[in-house]
C-alpha cells in the first residue's frame, strides 16, 4: 500500500511536498522577493512623503532600503501607525514572525480601527504558528472588513492550522465569494474538503481552479488524486497526464501518475514515470517507495526492498515505506520483523486511528480484567485473525469482540468470544484493548503456530437443510467464488472471469455451485458451462457467511479468489483452493503452494503477472487426480 502524493498550495516549486495546508497571503506590501543590494541611495530627510518612498521600495524588493526609510519615519513619529504596520509587515515577509507581531501590534495600539493590521497580525501568528492568536486576529479583520477576501482567506487558513476542517472551509467559500477569480482559493478550498472527505465537493473546487488557471499544475495533481479517491481510475490518468504536459519537469506530477498508473495494472508505463520522478527529485522518499510497490507488483522483490529502505532512509517517519517494509518482511515469512513494522500502519492516511482513553494490551495476564478486540480492516481480515480470540481468553479475562455488523451471526461460534459487539454500538466497559491483526506479534505467535485448529463451525440445522437441497447435484461438487469488493483499489489484481473456471467444469464427474454473492446471476447467465447459481438463497435471512458456511459443509472442495470466501472455508477446515495473482497478497507468503494460516488450503499462483490460464490449467490437472481417487 502507498499512496499518491497531493500537491501543496502556493506556486509550483520543484521541491516535494507532503504537506496541503494553505500559506497565508500578504495584503498590502507583498512584494516580490528581497534584493540583497539597496539599489538607490537612503532618502533624505527632506524627501515630501517618505513612507510613500519606503512602500515603492518595499514594493519593488529593495526591502533593506524600505526598512531604513520605515523606522526613519517611525523615529520622527512614533504615533504614524502605518509605519508601524508596513514595518511589521516587511519583518514578516523576511521571515521574522515575533518582530512583526511586536510591530503590528504596535499599529493597532494606535488605530485598532484597520482591518489590514489584524489581517497581517494573523499572518505573522500563523507564520510562528500561533494559531489560536492567529484565529483572533483574523476574525477581528473580518469583522472590520467583511467583503475582504484577503482576510477570509488567510482566516480558512488559521482554522485549518488549528484542525478546524468545517470552519475553515466556510470561511474559505467566503473568501471565493468576495473573489471568485482567484485560483489559489478555490484550490486550497478543494484541499479542505478532501481532507473532510467531501469529494464530490473537492472535485468541483479543483476544476473551479483550473478554469481560473488552466495550467495550474497542483490542481490537476489534486484533481487526479480525488478522482482517484473516487475510483474514477481512466479519468485520473489523464488529468495527470495533463498535470505531466504542462509541467514535464516537476516530479510531484510523475509521482503521482506513476501511482495511478500502478492501480490500474500499467505497470511498465508506471515505472517510467516514477523513475523520471526520481531522477528530478531523488531525495523523494514517497517516489523511492511507490518505485517500491510498483517492483513489489512486477515479483522483483528484492529492487522493491532497496527501494523501501532508500525511501526510509530519506525519510525515516514516512509511514507508507514502513508499512510497504512491513509487507515485504512478512511475505518472506519474517513475522517478528514485519508485525514490528505493520504497527506503521495507523499512521498511514488510508488507516483511520481508533482512539481509546484504555490502554493497548501488550500480551500479559488479563488477571480477571475485560478485553476489547476490534475488527479494523475487511471481512476477510476479521475471519483470518479473529481465531486468535481464543489465545487471548487463555490469558485469565473476559474477551469482547467488536466485528463489522455482518459478521456477528457467523462468529457466534467462534471459541475465546465472551461477548460480540456490532461496530457502531455503544462498547460495553472494558479495562484494556487491541486491534485484531495486531495479535499475532503481541502474542509472539511463530510460523508453525498460526494454526490451532478449525474455529468456526456450521450450523447443524443450516447444514441439513443445504445437504437436502443439493442432495440431487451428485458428482464431485465444487464450490467457486470468483470476485471479491469490486470497490475495493486493488480487487482486479484478485479477481477473474467466471471463465476462468471452463477447465475445471470440464473436468469429468465435477459439478460447479455458485458461493458468489451480488453480481453472480449475469456471470452465470452468460456462461458457456453450467453452474448452479445460489446467490438468491445464500445469506438472505440467516446473516452473512452463515449460509455460505453451511453450504461449504456440504461440498468438496472450494475454488476460489484471494476473497473472504477463502478465510471462511479454511477456518471451517474445508478443503479450499485459492487462486492467487503472481504477486499475491502478504499473507499468502513466497512461492509456498500451502498456507501457514490454514492447513486445508492450497495456493495456485500465476506464473505471469494478469494471466489466469496457467493457474486453472494446473487446478484442473489436480483436480482430475482427485477427483478419480474419490471414485
Known amino acids: 500500500m502507498s499512496a499518491a502524493v497531493s500537491a501543496s498550495p502556493g506556486p509550483p516549486t520543484r521541491k516535494m511536498l507532503n504537506s496541503r495546508k494553505p500559506r497565508f497571503v500578504p495584503h498590502t506590501a507583498a512584494a516580490p522577493r528581497a534584493r540583497t543590494e539597496f539599489g538607490i541611495a537612503l532618502m533624505s530627510h527632506a524627501t515630501a512623503d517618505p513612507l510613500a518612498t519606503a512602500l515603492e521600495q518595499h514594493r519593488v524588493g529593495n526591502l533593506p532600503l524600505a526598512e531604513q526609510i520605515y523606522r526613519q519615519v517611525i523615529a520622527q513619529d512614533p504615533r504614524q501607525a502605518h509605519a508601524w504596520h508596513l514595518l511589521g509587515a516587511l519583518c514578516l515577509q523576511s521571515g521574522r514572525g515575533a518582530e512583526a507581531v511586536e510591530l503590528i501590534g504596535r499599529a493597532i495600539a494606535i488605530d485598532p480601527t484597520n482591518p489590514e493590521f489584524y489581517n497581517h497580525l494573523g499572518a505573522a501568528y500563523g507564520a510562528l504558528g500561533e494559531h489560536d492568536s492567529a484565529v483572533t486576529s483574523l476574525r477581528r479583520a473580518v469583522q472590520l472588513a467583511p467583503q475582504s477576501a484577503t482576510a477570509h482567506y488567510n482566516l480558512g487558513t488559521a482554522l485549518r492550522n488549528q484542525g478546524k476542517l468545517e470552519d475553515a472551509a466556510a470561511s474559505f467559500r467566503h473568501a471565493v465569494a468576495a473573489n471568485p477569480d482567484s485560483a489559489e482559493t478555490h484550490f486550497n478550498l478543494a484541499n479542505t474538503l478532501r481532507e473532510l472527505n467531501r469529494l464530490e465537493e473537492a472535485e468541483a473546487s479543483y476544476r473551479e481552479a483550473l478554469r481560473v488557471r488552466p495550467n495550474y499544475v497542483k490542481a490537476m495533481i489534486n484533481l487526479g488524486n480525488v478522482l482517484r479517491d473516487r475510483e474514477r481510475l481512466a479519468e485520473s490518468v489523464d488529468v495527470l497526464r495533463a498535470a505531466v504536459n504542462a509541467d514535464p519537469q516537476y516530479a510531484n506530477a510523475h509521482l503521482n501518475l506513476g501511482t495511478v498508473l500502478r492501480d490500474v495494472g500499467q505497470y511498465e508505463t508506471a515505472l517510467e514515470h516514477l523513475r523520471r520522478a526520481i531522477a528530478l527529485e531523488p531525495t523523494s522518499a514517497e517516489a523511492h517507495n511507490n518505485l517500491g510497490t510498483v517492483l513489489q507488483s512486477l515479483t522483483d522483490f528484492g529492487a522493491a526492498e532497496e527501494c523501501y529502505e532508500e525511501a526510509l532512509r530519506l525519510n525515516p517517519e514516512l509511514a507508507d515505506a514502513h508499512f510497504s517494509r512491513a509487507t515485504h518482511r512478512l511475505r518472506q515469512g519474517d513475522l517478528a520483523g514485519g ?168 473436468t469429468a464427474g465435477v459439478r460447479l455451485i455458485s458461493l458468489q454473492k451480488g453480481i453472480a446471476a449475469e456471470w452465470i447467465a452468460a456462461s458457456s458451462f453450467e453452474v448452479l447459481d445460489l446467490a438468491a438463497e445464500l445469506d438472505e435471512t440467516a446473516g452473512a457467511f452463515v449460509d455460505t458456511a453451511a453450504v461449504i459443509a456440504n461440498l468438496d472442495l472450494v475454488i476460489t479468489s484471494d476473497t473472504s470466501v477463502a478465510h471462511l472455508a479454511g477456518a471451517l477446515g474445508a478443503p479450499v483452493w485459492v487462486a492467487l495473482s503472481a504477486h499475491g497478497d502478504w499473507r499468502w507468503f513466497t512461492d509456498r503452494p500451502d498456507s501457514a494460516w490454514y492447513p486445508t488450503m492450497r495456493l495456485f499462483r500465476q506464473t505471469h503477472l494478469d494471466q489466469w490460464g496457467d493457474v486453472f490449467a494446473s487446478m484442473a490437472e489436480e483436480l482430475r487426480g482427485v477427483v478419480a481417487a474419490r471414485t
Open 339 to 506: 508485525f514490528a513494522e505493520y504497527e506503521w500502519r495507523w499512521k498511514c492516511k488510508s488507516y483511520s486511528t481508533r482512539r481509546f482513553v484504555e490502554p493497548r494490551w501488550d500480551g500479559s495476564s488479563l488477571d480477571g480484567r475485560t478485553i476489547l478486540l476490534h475488527a479494523e480492516q475487511g471481512l476477510g481480515d476479521t475471519l483470518q485473525f479473529v481465531r486468535y480470540a481464543a489465545n487471548v481468553k487463555s490469558r485469565g479475562g473476559t474477551v469482547i469482540v467488536e466485528c463489522q455488523p455482518p459478521l456477528i451471526n457467523i462468529l457466534q461460534s467462534c471459541a475465546g468470544i465472551d461477548r460480540l459487539v456490532a461496530a457502531g454500538s455503544p462498547l460495553p466497559r472494558f479495562d484494556v484493548q487491541c486491534p485484531l491483526l495486531s495479535l499475532p506479534s503481541v502474542l509472539e505467535l511463530p510460523l508453525d503456530k498460526l494454526w490451532q485448529g478449525a474455529y468456526l463451525s456450521a450450523d447443524r440445522e443450516l447444514t441439513d437443510a443445504w445437504k437436502k437441497r443439493l442432495a440431487a447435484r451428485t458428482g464431485f461438487r465444487v464450490g467457486i467464488c470468483w470476485q471479491g469488493n469490486r470497490k475495493h483499489l486493488f480487487d482486479r489484481q484478485r479477481s477473474f472471469p467466471l471463465d476462468s473456471f471452463a477447465p475445471i467444469a470440464h
